[in-house]
């Protein structure tokens, strides 16, 4: 059982950044992101494979988020740039055996971490 804990949310305005941090990950899982919004499924957001030579985002935020690896800190990191309201909600990470794609539906992961509010504002 793989223990993850997240970090770095928080409040934003519109335009702005903000760093997320999974920590406790295993170096050879991939690491995938999820958020959900009230009332709304829990959807996939980016994740990289264990190697780290395969990342994988979602339309909705590709071109502004990135996610990586930080083996130094043991860590997987999504950076959130040019936030927008609709970016707000809980996010979650979740680790899994995939060496060689990220999966992107959360029931191909089974550890997950405790979640981190996102709040962007207008």
């Known amino acids: 059982q793989v223990q993850l804990v997240e970090s770095g949310g928080g409040l934003a305005q519109a335009g702005d950044s903000l760093r997320l941090s999974c920590g406790r990950t295993d170096r050879t899982y991939t690491v995938g992101w999820f958020r959900q919004a009230p009332g709304k499924e829990r959807e996939f957001v ?3 494979t264990g190697s780290g030579g395969n990342t994988y985002y979602a ?3 590709k071109g ?3 996610v990586s690896r930080d083996y130094a800190k043991n860590t ?3 950076q959130m740039n040019s936030l927008k309201p609709e ?3 809980v996010y979650y990470c979740a680790a899994q055996w995939s060496p060689y794609r990220v999966p992107t539906t ?4 089974h550890n997950w971490g405790q979640g981190t509010q996102v709040t962007v504002s207008s």
Request: proline share 0%; net charge negative; hydrophobic share 35%.
């Open 46 to 48: 980016a994740g990289i």
């Open 59 to 61: 339309d909705s935020v």
């Open 64 to 66: 502004r988020f990135t």
């Open 76 to 78: 997987v990191d999504l």
């Open 87 to 89: 970016d707000t909600a």
């Open 106 to 109: 959360k029931d191909e992961y």
